[in-house]
């Protein structure tokens, strides 16, 4: 049998069944599931399971190892730093790290003249701080958020998330959010230039004034530029521009959540670095730390300064492992200059991305922003129509072929690729060999 013959052999996968059925046993069931796979230890856009067999990663830990997993500098990192200094409290004593990273942040992140920061353990956290800031630099309440949005699974992140699936019986959730359709062009463009049917959008957005609250009680509009979650839709540039321009009138913060965007996903350190809007505030997490439990709300000063003492901050937020490993990650991009990789790699996966909807059908869409690519699967090319059934088939044939795969959408019908951005050229075009092959397996 030849090797070619050898890599479309089905994996075993029998000590992961094992090990899931033991999760069941111990672990509360609504901690999901995406994909049934295992991990003893990682390197690279490399997984190697429980059963000892090597996964190309195109999940990427969701959106968390843009530099790769367990890239060296940072474990070193890591492990110099927890030899000195585990947790402080950084209420109680600063240190050095904390600073460190936020200056880096100020640096590659400023908001304006002067900007300033607070680190989080999560994206949830992150955008919890996120309004609490934005209510009391404005002293209102009301929140305008956008359908397909995922910003966490916290009281509030829970209740600006669109999701229904992603909340069900936990309400009541946080009053005072009120949602907007999100621009999606391929959904609702009806033959329209792309301008034209944000200028549509904006209107909306102007008319839901006089419908739906008040913009003198809103505090803030938070908005993913590229939604993760709700399948990588990217909101149309002019919309960006109209939303800056809407919340300088009625003086409302805009937030952008970066969390899964930043830190070179789209070619760049922020996806709002391709727009020409700068935020008033933003939130970070995900790949800041390559998998230590960080993140970030970073600000325009006076907005940050708003928050009354004691209001913002907790325990572990800052952790000085924590924060070194993001010093280390953000170190580590740059000298390897991660976001030009990106854009090496958005090349690749776009094209191959193209090559796949001319092929077969099923693929209504493929869209992206540098290295944040997606492709959506429809019955009868039809918007309208989505087809959750081919991803889901999709994604258990890949992974039997040792090829992990996230679907996105709030109908699970979409594919988006989140592999490490170091992930070498060879593991890229077979990862798409593998999605190739199974995909003429599945419509045939």
């Given at each position: 049998?030849?090797t070619?013959?050898?890599?479309?052999?089905s994996?075993?996968?029998?000590k992961?069944?094992a090990?899931?059925?033991?999760?069941k046993?111990v672990?509360a069931?609504?901690?999901s599931?995406f994909?049934?796979?295992?991990?003893?230890?990682a390197?690279?856009?490399t997984?190697?399971?429980?059963?000892?067999?090597?996964?190309i990663?195109?999940g990427?830990?969701?959106?968390?190892v843009?530099?790769?997993h367990?890239p060296?500098?940072?474990?070193?990192a890591?492990q110099?730093?927890?030899s000195?200094?585990l947790?402080?409290?950084?209420?109680?004593?600063?240190?050095?790290?904390?600073?460190e990273l936020?200056?880096?942040l100020v640096?590659?992140f400023?908001?304006?003249?002067?900007t300033?920061?607070?680190i989080?353990?999560t994206?949830?956290?992150a955008?919890?701080?996120a309004?609490k800031?934005?209510r009391q630099?404005?002293?209102?309440?009301?929140v305008?958020?956008?359908?397909?949005a995922?910003?966490g699974?916290?009281?509030?992140a829970m209740t600006l998330?669109?999701?229904?699936?992603?909340k069900?019986d936990?309400?009541?959730?946080?009053?005072?959010v009120y949602?907007?359709?999100?621009?999606?062009?391929?959904?609702d463009t009806r033959?329209?230039s792309?301008?034209?049917?944000?200028e549509?959008e904006?209107?909306r957005l102007h008319?839901?004034?006089?419908?739906l609250v008040?913009p003198?009680?809103?505090?803030?509009?938070?908005?993913e530029?590229?939604?993760?979650?709700?399948?990588?839709?990217?909101?149309?540039?002019?919309?960006?521009?109209?939303?800056r321009?809407?919340?300088d009138?009625?003086?409302?913060?805009l937030?952008?959540?970066?969390?899964q965007?930043?830190?070179?996903?789209?070619?760049?350190?922020a996806?709002?670095q391709?727009?020409g809007v700068t935020?008033?505030?933003s939130?970070?997490a995900k790949?800041?730390?390559?998998?230590?439990?960080?993140?970030a709300?970073i600000?325009k000063?006076?907005?940050?300064?708003?928050a009354?003492v004691?209001?913002?901050?907790?325990?572990?937020p800052?952790n000085?492992?924590?924060?070194?490993?993001?010093?280390a990650?953000?170190?580590y991009?740059?000298?390897?200059?991660?976001?030009s990789?990106a854009?090496?790699?958005?090349?690749?996966?776009?094209?191959?991305?193209l090559?796949?909807k001319?092929?077969?059908?099923?693929?209504?869409?493929?869209?992206?922003?540098g290295?944040m690519?997606a492709?959506?699967?429809?019955?009868?090319?039809?918007?309208?129509?989505p087809?959750g059934d081919?991803v889901a088939?999709?994604t258990?044939?890949?992974?039997?072929?040792?090829?992990?795969?996230?679907?996105?959408?709030?109908?699970?019908?979409?594919?988006r690729?989140?592999?490490?951005l170091?992930?070498t050229k060879?593991?890229?075009m077979?990862?798409?060999?593998?999605?190739?092959?199974e995909?003429?397996?599945?419509?045939?």
């Amino acid at each position: 049998m030849n090797t070619n013959e050898l890599k479309k052999e089905s994996l075993s996968f029998k000590k992961t069944a094992a090990l899931i059925e033991r999760r069941k046993r111990v672990v509360a069931q609504g901690v999901s599931i995406f994909v049934g796979s295992s991990a003893t230890e990682a390197h690279g856009a490399t997984i190697i399971d429980v059963d000892g067999n090597e996964l190309i990663d195109f999940g990427g830990g969701i959106g968390v190892v843009n530099a790769g997993h367990c890239p060296p500098p940072v474990v070193k990192a890591i492990q110099e730093q927890a030899s000195r200094l585990l947790h402080a409290g950084f209420n109680i004593s600063t240190y050095e790290t904390y600073l460190e990273l936020s200056e880096k942040l100020v640096s590659l992140f400023p908001h304006g003249d002067s900007t300033k920061v607070m680190i989080t353990n999560t994206g949830a956290e992150a955008v919890e701080n996120a309004i609490k800031i934005a209510r009391q630099a404005t002293k209102r309440s009301a929140v305008l958020c956008f359908s397909d949005a995922f910003h966490g699974r916290s009281l509030m992140a829970m209740t600006l998330t669109s999701k229904i699936s992603y909340k069900t019986d936990c309400g009541p959730f946080a009053p005072e959010v009120y949602r907007l359709p999100f621009p999606n062009y391929y959904h609702d463009t009806r033959g329209m230039s792309e301008n034209d049917f944000a200028e549509q959008e904006l209107l909306r957005l102007h008319d839901a004034t006089h419908t739906l609250v008040d913009p003198n009680n809103v505090a803030a509009i938070i908005i993913e530029l590229v939604q993760g979650e709700g399948g990588f839709n990217i909101a149309p540039k002019r919309y960006v521009e109209g939303l800056r321009e809407f919340c300088d009138e009625f003086g409302i913060m805009l937030i952008f959540d970066e969390v899964q965007s930043g830190f070179c996903r789209t070619g760049k350190w922020a996806a709002y670095q391709h727009f020409g809007v700068t935020p008033d505030i933003s939130t970070w997490a995900k790949s800041m730390g390559s998998g230590m439990p960080i993140g970030a709300v970073i600000g325009k000063t006076e907005v940050m300064d708003a928050a009354a003492v004691g209001t913002i901050g907790g325990t572990y937020p800052g952790n000085p492992v924590c924060c070194a490993a993001a010093i280390a990650t953000i170190k580590y991009m740059e000298e390897i200059d991660l976001n030009s990789i990106a854009n090496e790699v958005s090349k690749i996966v776009k094209d191959r991305l193209l090559k796949l909807k001319e092929k077969f059908s099923v693929i209504g869409d493929v869209r992206g922003l540098g290295a944040m690519q997606a492709m959506e699967f429809v019955e009868n090319n039809d918007p309208s129509l989505p087809d959750g059934d081919t991803v889901a088939l999709l994604t258990k044939a890949c992974l039997k072929r040792g090829l992990i795969l996230l679907s996105a959408g709030t109908n699970k019908n979409v594919i988006r690729i989140l592999s490490p951005l170091v992930i070498t050229k060879e593991k890229l075009m077979q990862g798409f060999d593998i999605i190739e092959e199974e995909l003429k397996q599945i419509t045939n």
